[in-house]
């Protein structure tokens, strides 16, 4: 598949041009012209980037690419190795972001929902990235950490009560931590994210919020599947998702 077409499909299903992000959404690094086998990952790292070459892609599809704003724009050390072997190669460096984070059916928040048994009720009006809704048996808390234990490969650090019930439900993946006070404007009794930072443990609890940080690699690791698995199905593209085993 010619590259301009890709990245314009791509583009136009999530809606790149509304969303003012942290970083370039899209081609970050150009390769070769046409693309016939894209390798997934969360993040374009080191270990993927040597994974995706031994693999023969011709574009890697990241969730975390480069370029993010008021980084150092200098290509040097731990940049520039990861950038010289995309060059060497002829490797595309494709990342969407938040783009990523928000598609109602193929993102982060949604297909974070389907593996975690959540029926989706809205977004925050305030900041759409934040979901909500409901688990559809609404177990208690330390029922639910097992169920997310099950889904993710991980347990979730909790801060709160694992013995009240789940009830009404926020999230938003990744590094979402302080919008806890979202979660609070929505009522929830429970606020899901990837991080945690000291102030969290204070925000959840004078907010009256239980906080499960459920890792932020984790969190998010199901969005690029997702939109790696329609391109391929789509376009009739060769596709594989490399994995990082990153505990944060």
């Known amino acids: ?122 977004q925050s009006p305030t900041e759409p990235l934040v979901w909500f809704g409901e688990h559809t048996s609404n177990p208690s808390i330390g029922v639910f950490c097992t169920q997310i234990t099950g889904a993710l490969g991980r347990a979730p650090l909790l ?24 979660a609070a404007q929505l009522g929830a009794n429970t606020y899901i994210s990837g991080e945690v930072s000291e102030r969290t443990y204070h925000e959840a609890r004078e907010l009256g919020v239980n906080y499960l940080a459920c890792g932020h690699h984790a969190t998010e690791r199901f969005g690029i599947q997702a939109l790696g698995e329609y391109l391929s199905q789509k376009f009739g593209l060769v596709y594989q998702f490399f994995d990082e085993n990153n505990p944060v």
């Open 1 to 122: 598949m010619e590259r301009t077409l890709l990245l314009t499909e791509i583009e136009t299903l999530l809606n790149c041009a509304q969303f003012k992000d942290y970083c370039p959404n899209g081609l970050q690094i150009q390769g070769r012209n046409s693309i016939t086998k894209i390798a997934g990952a969360v993040t374009a790292s080191a270990a993927v980037i040597e994974q995706a070459i031994a693999w023969g892609a011709d574009a890697l599809l990241v969730h975390h690419g480069y370029f993010w704003r008021g980084e150092d724009a200098s290509i040097v050390g731990m940049k520039y190795h990861r950038v010289r072997e995309l060059v060497r190669t002829d490797m595309n460096l494709l990342a969407y972001h938040l783009p990523l984070d928000a598609h109602p059916t193929l993102g982060n928040n949604a297909q974070l929902a389907l593996k975690l048994g959540l029926r989706v009720h809205g």
């Open 159 to 182: 801060i709160g009560n694992e013995s009240e019930p789940l009830g009404r439900v926020a999230w938003c993946t990744g590094g979402a931590q302080d919008y806890i006070h979202i």
